[in-house]
């Protein structure tokens, strides 16, 4: 993972939590699943006056995690060539950080990792990080384009970015342009359309200041990177 963080005038690092206080008008609990040594953690959302809101709340963000980090899928099954029948194995670790809440919106940044088995012998490992956002009035995902105008000064802002790794290690700047690898518009392009589409690696949430956003880096670099953009 690399982590990019554009540091603007005024913008400060917002604190983030898992249990929260009852300002924002409800309060966050954590809740751990955690299936054939798989662990993930995920919020709930109590002491909302509508409960029906707040049970659509709840499920649209178990749903989410789930969804994205696979656990819930049938395994596939099939005869190896040493007559062995084998089911893949899929082993995830996730944490998650509240990284905005008040009465209107809600966001959370899940990060951990997914180990999956596809052999006695093979086994792949990729960090990864899932950024939900939540309209807390009409219990709708908001997209990135609901916050940011997907555009060439929006990667501009991303190359001017200082990186660390997932470690918290400092990148330098020879070393972070080389993994971002933009080098003409075609590859500004396809960060946008990533970012557009959703694909996989590209994902967002936002604090109270910025937008945190993260994009894909080589797998040797960490698979992805996220950066912090003031607004």
């Given at each position: 993972?690399?982590?990019?963080?554009?540091?603007?005038?005024?913008?400060?690092?917002?604190?983030?939590l898992?249990?929260?206080?009852?300002g924002?008008?409800?309060?966050?609990?954590?809740?751990?699943?955690?299936?054939?040594?798989?662990?993930i953690?995920?919020?709930?959302?109590?002491?909302m006056?509508?409960?029906?809101?707040?049970?659509?709340?709840?499920?649209?963000?178990?749903?989410?995690?789930?969804?994205?980090?696979?656990?819930?899928?049938?395994?596939?099954?099939?005869?190896l060539?040493?007559?062995?029948?084998?089911?893949?194995?899929?082993?995830?670790?996730?944490?998650?950080?509240?990284?905005?809440?008040?009465?209107e919106?809600?966001?959370?940044?899940?990060?951990?990792?997914?180990?999956?088995?596809?052999?006695?012998?093979?086994h792949?490992?990729?960090?990864?990080a899932?950024?939900?956002?939540i309209?807390?009035?009409?219990?709708?995902?908001?997209?990135?384009?609901?916050?940011?105008?997907?555009?060439?000064?929006?990667?501009?802002?991303?190359?001017?970015?200082?990186?660390?790794?997932?470690?918290?290690e400092?990148?330098?700047?020879?070393?972070?342009?080389?993994?971002?690898?933009?080098?003409?518009?075609?590859?500004?392009?396809?960060?946008?359309?990533?970012?557009?589409?959703?694909?996989?690696f590209?994902?967002?949430?936002?604090?109270?200041?910025?937008?945190?956003?993260?994009?894909?880096?080589?797998?040797?670099?960490?698979?992805?990177?996220?950066?912090?953009?003031?607004?």
């Amino acid at each position: 993972m690399l982590i990019l963080v554009i540091g603007l005038q005024g913008c400060k690092s917002v604190d983030t939590l898992k249990n929260s206080s009852y300002g924002s008008g409800y309060y966050i609990e954590n809740t751990v699943y955690s299936p054939n040594g798989s662990y993930i953690e995920y919020p709930q959302l109590y002491g909302m006056d509508d409960q029906d809101v707040e049970y659509k709340l709840n499920n649209m963000i178990k749903d989410f995690i789930m969804k994205k980090s696979g656990i819930t899928k049938e395994m596939e099954t099939f005869l190896l060539p040493d007559g062995i029948i084998w089911t893949d194995i899929l082993t995830v670790n996730y944490n998650y950080e509240i990284t905005l809440q008040t009465s209107e919106i809600l966001s959370i940044l899940f990060r951990g990792s997914s180990d999956f088995q596809s052999s006695p012998m093979d086994h792949y490992t990729n960090q990864e990080a899932y950024g939900l956002t939540i309209d807390i009035k009409t219990q709708t995902e908001l997209k990135l384009a609901d916050f940011a105008s997907l555009n060439e000064e929006l990667v501009e802002k991303i190359q001017d970015a200082p990186a660390v790794n997932s470690f918290g290690e400092n990148i330098d700047e020879e070393e972070k342009q080389a993994m971002l690898g933009i080098n003409n518009i075609d590859d500004k392009n396809k960060i946008l359309e990533g970012l557009k589409n959703e694909y996989a690696f590209y994902t967002y949430c936002i604090s109270e200041k910025t937008l945190i956003i993260s994009i894909p880096v080589a797998h040797a670099s960490g698979d992805y990177m996220l950066l912090n953009i003031c607004y």
